[in-house]
């Protein structure tokens, strides 16, 4: 079991804490606003330094000259990453020229049925590199070159990396057709700007291009203040507290009422933006505070790190909240952990310390990459935080329930009494009375600052059995750490978590819980289950993450009766077997090629070999729409003639061969 030094310093020890005042209550640990306060010398990261780049440097790579749209802006959030790019609408189809924006050489390429599925990459003699995702084909001599290495590697799926001199290209030669391969969801253009650390920069931000227009400035959608302190309130209460502005992009934004805050709270945003003659929303690239006057947060996302950086998104913005109602709201402070380089704060970084009788009034403006901006107003109040109540007669019995925010367990308990009574922490022989922070219709809230210890439980007056606290562990950001129990292991890395993790783990009837989905991870867990009954088919049998009905592949290394995988997942896992052969069918045949339908019911397809009279003839894979299919181009494969057998194998090892007359 892992062993958390905070659990030995239990602070609940002396017989002078169980005994607590009945006066107006305040939560009873340690004071979190004193963690709060920065050294001088804290400030958050600097951003990167730009690249001069000449406002015509880069042609536009579809339909040069012309009018366009775009479908994606750079930066733009996304769960587990920023938008690298600008994606550039084809149409509607596929097979538009992509154009070669500067001088350079292809220096790698890439087919895949996942992510940038065939993408291309060209350096340039300044050392930047502009990238081509989800093209349909490569064009020009690197593309037999490419269709060479494939049969030489028996392979549709291959990466390859080339020299300058190898394959040399002019600013505006053809280099490939757009397509809708990969991870696209929809025809269109990829494209990118990366500097030679592979750092994705905004292709805007050197003037943009004249064929996309953008006169209209972002529109505010949400804003919200969230308490960052165990004293700090907004309206009254410790929770992140919604406020929809009203106005224009015109006229502006703001919210009507006057908000009362107390100690460091956070401000959030969500909003849109859109270019000219286009309906989809894409991202705001930069956000700026000002608090009475003056600077205090900046934004701008024209540089993010791919890929150490990029799924640090999860942490710019409220991933529980949006995992929660699929919304997405930003930071407008640097959380701990949070290390891009797109902010520019002071010491605070970005926090707000309120005092009581003192007025904040907020500007933030939203802007785009063309310089288009909008304002949204807001005005804090900042006032004491003090214990009130109201209380209501829908309550007819006691009920307790709790949540962790950040490092603060939060309880709220129902309840019929007039007066709101204490509620005791447990742990062994020791017990730690908490006062009431506040009731409001009769729903009175408890606060305490986990970092003093975990409670085993918790009782309440009026519920007869204490309630079980289900958080097993402290884990501590950038540290190793093991954590280990009867049923699982689990190895945290030094780059695995945002921020401390208040572990919950679970097990019942072959189901293994941790955690939940809404906490993200940086970078991956190793986790070790141990089923409590032996598996028969182990070469058969990995490790699944259920999502309701869904079932998604984990993988699976056995030793002896544990199997172990790796994931950016958390949530809940079963052991199942898949003792199913795939599926495949041809469903197509003549002067155009073959294609196949094909599918697996659980681990999905590990590989795929299609063989003429014996011998390999390339196709290609989408899993979108779990097709396979030989194409015209290939011109060095055995001609469409004689046997043919396509054999499929899926990740649990099931195989199936399918054999027909061409």
Known sequence: ?????????????????????????????????????????QTAAAPPDSVSVPKDYFLFPIKPGKPNLLAASMGELRPNHFHGGLDIKTDGVVG????????????????????????????????????????????????????????????????????????????????ALSGNTGGSAGPHLHWEVRDAKDTQLNPLQWGGFAEIQDHIPPTAVMTAVEPLSINSRVQGRFEKRLFAPTGTITAGFAVADTIPVSGTVGLLLQGFDRFDNAWNKNGIQRVEVRVNGEPHYTHAINGVGFPDETRQVNHHTDYEYMMTTRRTMEKLWVDEGNTLPIYQTGPSKGRLRTEPGKVYTIEMRLSDSYGNSTPLRMVLRGVASEYWQTRSAAVRKPTLR???????????????????????????????????????????????????????????PGIRLAQRFDRVAAIPAQTEQLFSNQYLNIAFGPNTLFDTLYLQTSYKNGLWTVQNPRTPLLAPIRVTLKPEVPVADKRRSAVYLIRGN???????????????FSTKILGQYRILADTTAPSARLVSKGYGGLVFKVGDDLSGLASYRLEINGQFKRLRFEHKNATLFTEREDTLGPPLRGTARLHITDQAGNEKTLTFQL
């Open 1 to 41: 079991m892992l062993k958390n030094s905070l659990l030995s310093t239990w602070l609940l020890a002396g017989p002078a804490m169980l005994l607590l005042a009945s006066a107006a209550p305040s939560a009873c640990t340690t004071d979190t606003d004193k963690g709060d306060k920065p050294a001088a010398a």
């Open 96 to 175: 538009l020229p992509v154009y070669a924006s500067a001088d350079g050489y292809i220096s790698r390429l890439k087919q895949s049925s996942f992510g940038y599925g065939n993408v291309l990459y060209i350096t340039h003699p300044n050392g930047l590199v502009t990238v081509y995702g989800h093209l349909n084909q490569f064009k020009g001599p690197v593309a037999q070159e490419l269709l060479k290495r494939q049969y030489e590697k028996q392979t549709y799926e291959l990466e390859l990396f080339f020299k300058p001199g190898e394959f040399e290209v002019k600013r505006g030669d053809v280099v």
């Open 402 to 460: 709790y949540d962790v925010l950040r490092n603060i367990l939060r309880v709220t308990a129902d309840d019929t009494a007039r007066q709101a009574p204490n509620l005791t922490l447990l742990r062994g022989n020791r017990q730690l009375q908490l006062k009431p922070s506040y009731t409001d219709q009769s729903r009175t809230v408890y606060l305490y600052d986990l970092r003093a210890g975990l409670p085993d439980s918790m009782r309440f």
């Open 550 to 564: 869904g079932r998604i592949y984990q993988g699976a290394k056995w030793e002896d009766e544990a199997v172990s």
